[in-house]
């Protein structure tokens, strides 16, 4: 349903962090360069080949909120009971000791949403990559609606409540997606304006990878 267009305006060019100037030479950077660095360190931690591939259906996304939000196993959200019976019909669970019924959503975000959590995971990859590449001005209620064919008023709150979900901290559904790990060299993170441009270059060499397949 999500799809991401492939940016078309990238320097694919490697930087060569090598060759910038030294530390005392380098120039400020703007809170606006601070904001795409958050968006480009998300997108660098999306799952190699994309969300789509590492959770291919509605039953691999649950699988994965669940481990997320609930690591030592689900617990009744009343009694913090562990006998839970699946209502597979109602996609809820059951506490068998206090009677409590309730979804994988509850409480979160996603509480009372007609999307999957797999549309939630795409939506969220789809956000990120737009803003990672400098183009959330492509992400606008209506361009998230005719990207997607969803209704302008369900695509308007949806890209609220992820606006405000991914940036949280933490976040339900970032650490849900995000599971690669982040490796800058030492010196790079010392430095705000040597990180990034090797947030810019390693974004641009992410994508031109996805574009090789």
Same mark, same amino acid.
């Given at each position: 349903?999500?799809?991401v267009?492939?940016?078309d305006?990238?320097?694919n =060019?490697p930087?060569?962090i090598k060759? *910038?100037p030294?530390?005392t030479q380098?120039p400020?950077?703007?809170?606006q360069? !601070?904001?795409?660095?958050?968006w480009?360190?998300?997108? @660098?931690?999306?799952?190699l080949?994309?969300?789509? *591939?590492?959770f291919p259906?509605?039953?691999a996304c649950?699988?994965?909120? !669940?481990?997320v939000r609930?690591?030592?196993?689900i617990r009744? *959200?009343?009694?913090?009971?562990?006998? @839970?019976?699946?209502?597979?019909?109602? #996609?809820?669970l059951r506490? !068998?000791d206090?009677?409590?019924?309730f979804?994988?959503?509850?409480g979160?975000?996603?509480?009372?949403?007609?999307?999957s959590?797999r549309?939630w995971?795409?939506a969220?990859?789809?956000?990120?990559?737009l803003c990672?590449?400098?183009?959330?001005?492509l992400d606008?209620?209506?361009?998230m609606?005719?990207?997607?064919g969803i209704?302008?008023?369900?695509a308007f709150?949806?890209r609220? #409540?992820?606006?405000? =979900?991914?940036r949280?901290?933490?976040s339900? *559904?970032?650490?849900?997606i995000?599971?690669?790990?982040?490796?800058p060299?030492q010196d790079?993170?010392?430095?705000?304006f040597r990180? @990034?441009m090797?947030?810019?270059?390693?974004?641009?060499s992410r994508?031109q990878?996805? !574009?090789?397949?």
């Open positions: 349903m999500f799809n267009d492939e940016p305006d990238i320097d =060019e930087i060569n060759c *910038l030294s530390i380098m400020s950077i703007s809170d360069d !601070r904001q795409r660095m958050f480009m360190q998300l997108f @660098l931690r999306l799952p080949g994309g969300v789509g *591939l590492r259906d509605e039953a649950e699988q994965r909120f !669940r481990e609930w690591p030592e196993g009744c *959200l009343k009694c913090g009971g562990v006998q @839970l019976k699946t209502c597979r019909a109602r #996609k809820t506490c !068998r206090c009677g409590r019924e979804s994988l959503k509850v979160t975000f996603m509480f009372r949403s007609r999307h959590i549309d995971f795409l969220a990859e789809e956000h990120m990559t990672a590449f400098g183009r959330d001005r606008t209620g209506r361009d609606a005719d990207r997607n209704a302008y008023t369900t709150r949806m609220e #409540k992820l606006r405000g =979900e991914l949280r901290d933490p339900l *559904l970032v650490s849900s995000c599971i690669e790990d982040l490796c060299p790079v993170v010392d430095d705000e990180f @990034l090797w947030l810019l270059d390693s974004c641009a994508e990878q996805t !574009r090789e397949g």
